[in-house]
């Protein structure tokens, strides 16, 4: 399975971008997918997960980003989206896109060893 992160770019505090990750994977609706960052310096944080296709959608947000980041995924195109608003200098990092299997429902999710794959990264860069 590859992946193939894209969207990232400069932007100035309070705005919007949106970041898209696209998969090759034959069967992206079976795989729960999840957006990470990675400041320099710093360890990489949980951004945003999403539930494989089902009867219903589940979705999980780090506490930095909860109210102002959407993700969303788009199984006919094989891609998963991170709308990020009102972003902060803080939100500076490169972003990355993980596919793996787990129950959002428990928890789960939320470390990056829980993931089997993982894309090249984008970098987000947010000016004050």
């Known amino acids: 399975v590859q992946l193939q992160a894209s969207g990232g770019g400069l932007v100035q505090a309070g705005g919007s971008l949106r970041v898209s990750c696209v998969t090759s994977?034959?069967?992206?609706?079976?795989?729960?997918m999840g957006w990470f960052r990675q400041a320099p310096g710093k360890e990489r944080e949980f951004v945003a997960a999403i539930s494989r296709t089902g009867s219903k959608s589940y979705v999980d947000y780090g506490d930095s980003v909860r109210g102002r980041f959407t993700i969303s995924r788009d199984n006919a195109k094989n891609t998963v989206y991170l709308q990020m608003n009102s972003l902060k200098p803080e939100d500076t990092a490169v972003y990355y896109c993980?596919?793996?299997?787990?129950?959002?429902?428990?928890?789960?999710?939320?470390?990056?060893?829980?993931?089997?794959?993982w894309g090249q990264g984008t970098q987000v860069t947010v000016s004050s």
């Open positions: 993980g596919a793996g299997v787990f129950d959002l429902l428990t928890g789960a999710g939320r470390r990056f060893r829980e993931y089997d794959y």
């Open positions: 994977a034959r069967f992206f609706g079976q795989y729960d």
